[in-house]
């Protein structure tokens, strides 16, 4: 990793998109304590991350999800998450109380006595999450955490995320999920190797290009493309039988476009405001670093 | 360091080697065998062997714990470690608030205490039982004695501690319990050369042998916990073990 400067505020929900390789585990495993950085200075809650004294201070504040969930599987789903409560000091009473609020509001409460073995890849994600959370942890690592799931559970996961979120837990999420980081995460980072960009999904979207104009016309021919470019200044890409027109201000642009398009001898079709999306953003990002 | 932590994580893994149906044939079978298998075989053979053989024979015999101690512990430790790699579980516990020593200590516990439980039992079942088959030889009780009681006292943790600690590093680079095994068991063979070596009469397991024996292995012991903890790293765990 290089270049990696960031910081996240109490209570926000930072997400990490990345291709495979781009480093986000290996960033989760760093803050979490798990392996050591080369260079650099992090810290987590006024923790310094490298310093032997802060590093089991870190690992009581967090609670992670890491990729590979990894179970006792001959233990019970209980006895998993007593096992992980009693290592993080948590009193019994309290202990119990968490395993049983979170296996509910988790759905998989039933299941508290199935060995962990036997539990569906769903279950066994879900369970992780109630584990990372069993000593109610202020800051919460995920990675990856709806990865490989069917479409139900990933949506229970993702509410729990965003439950969590209006709990005021800081949640840090590493996913190739563009949906999934557009609908929960308050900022986002691109990386690859070193932080290409951060920003709310807003303002990554604005930074790639501006709003474009598709304009469907009955018929495109060379010649109505020449015209229009003599007569509007903006960039102008051709589709099929659409116009693509790049435009800074569209409630101001789009009306002189169309009555050049008119007097142009275009016949319009229908008229779209295209913004681009996150995963427009994240491809472009990440190619232009290729 | 929190002994507290090391026991939380001893007691989940005896829990989980109750669940495991080949550690509870491991820990019952050998220590069934010895205890009841050797004094049949005294039974047999006692009658054709002279009072004076009868206990260079029975103390081979009590060797016999040695070699459970070397080995028992290697079925525990290697399945803790390896298994531990297997169910990808290393993360999340390594993640936890927990030291790299006191997840080491808690792993030896659980490595430990049952085999040599299961040993000492055994050993009481067998001091009995050869002590009923040679008594009309012999005229006296032969166990307990000096030598059955440094095997049991001083060699068999020391063997034990040795064993766990050799299923450290040898679990270290194995993906398999089982591979992890066949390799942990390499280091009952000189126990077993011993063995052999004090049957055909070469070497006599008496006081002064088992205490040589005793400190050849705490040295051994010694080496290896350097060794052992070394490899026992946190980081050294998650990205060479994984």
């Known amino acids: 990793m290089e270049g990696l400067t960031f910081q996240v505020e109490d209570g926000e929900v930072f997400g990490f998109l990345g291709p495979n390789g781009a480093g986000k585990t290996t960033t989760i495993r760093m803050l979490c304590c798990l392996i050591s950085k080369t260079s650099g200075e992090a810290k987590i809650a006024d923790y310094q991350i490298g310093k032997a004294a802060d590093s089991l201070q870190i690992r009581k504040i967090i609670g992670l999800v890491p990729d590979n969930v990894g179970f006792y599987e001959d233990l019970s789903a209980f006895e998993n998450l007593d096992f992980y409560g009693k290592l993080y000091e948590c009193p019994e009473g309290r202990r119990r109380e968490n395993i049983e609020r979170f296996l509910k509001m988790l759905g998989i409460w039933e299941k508290k006595d199935a060995r962990a073995g036997s539990l569906s890849k769903g279950m066994k994600q879900k369970l992780a999450l109630a584990r990372a959370l069993v000593h109610e942890p202020k800051i919460l690592f995920m990675d990856e955490p709806t990865a490989n799931l069917d479409p139900e559970s990933a949506k229970t996961v993702r509410d729990f995320i965003l439950e969590l979120k209006k709990q005021g837990r800081t949640i840090f999420l590493n996913t190739h999920n563009l949906d999934e980081a557009q609908r929960v995460c308050d900022r986002i980072g691109i990386l690859k190797t070193k932080l290409l960009s951060i920003g709310n999904p807003e303002q990554l979207r604005e930074s790639l290009t501006g709003p474009k104009t598709e304009i469907r016309l009955a018929q495109i021919n060379e010649a109505l493309v020449s015209e229009l470019r003599k007569r509007i200044p903006n960039k102008i890409e051709v589709a099929d039988n659409k116009l693509i027109i790049d435009v800074a201000d569209p409630d101001k642009e789009n009306p002189t476009i169309i009555a050049a398009i008119g007097s142009a001898g275009g016949l319009i079709q229908e008229v779209t405001q295209i913004v681009p999306t996150l995963e427009d953003v994240y491809l472009q990002i990440v190619k232009e670093t290729k | ?242």
């Open chain 2, 1 to 242: 360091m929190r002994i507290s932590k090391a026991w939380i994580v001893a007691a989940k893994d005896m829990r989980v080697f109750l669940r495991k149906r080949y550690a509870i044939y491991s820990l019952v079978l050998f220590p069934l065998i010895v205890s009841i298998g050797l004094p049949l075989v005294l039974r047999l053979v006692g009658a054709r062997l002279s009072s004076t053989q009868l206990p260079i024979r029975m103390n081979a015999f009590s060797f016999f714990y040695l070699i459970g101690a070397a080995t028992l512990p290697i079925l525990l430790a290697s399945y803790s470690l390896v298994g531990e790699k297997i169910e990808k579980s290393l993360e999340p516990l390594l993640a936890t608030p927990i030291t790299d020593s006191e997840l080491l200590l808690g792993k030896s516990i659980a490595a430990f205490i049952p085999p040599v439980a299961a040993l000492y039992i055994s050993s009481i079942v067998f001091m009995v039982l050869a002590n009923l088959v040679t008594h009309n030889t012999l005229g006296y009780l032969y166990f307990p004695n000096w030598t059955i009681g440094l095997i049991l006292l001083l060699l068999t943790p020391l063997c034990a501690i040795l064993s766990i600690e050799w299923s450290v590093i040898v679990s270290s680079r194995a993906s398999d319990p089982r591979a992890a095994q066949m390799q942990g068991l390499f280091i009952a063979l000189p126990l077993l050369a011993i063995y052999v070596t004090s049957e055909v009469g070469a070497i006599s397991l008496d006081t002064k042998t088992l205490l040589i024996i005793s400190a050849i292995i705490l040295a051994a012991d010694i080496i290896l916990f350097f060794l052992s903890t070394k490899i026992f790293q946190r980081e050294e765990i998650l990205t060479k073990w994984t």
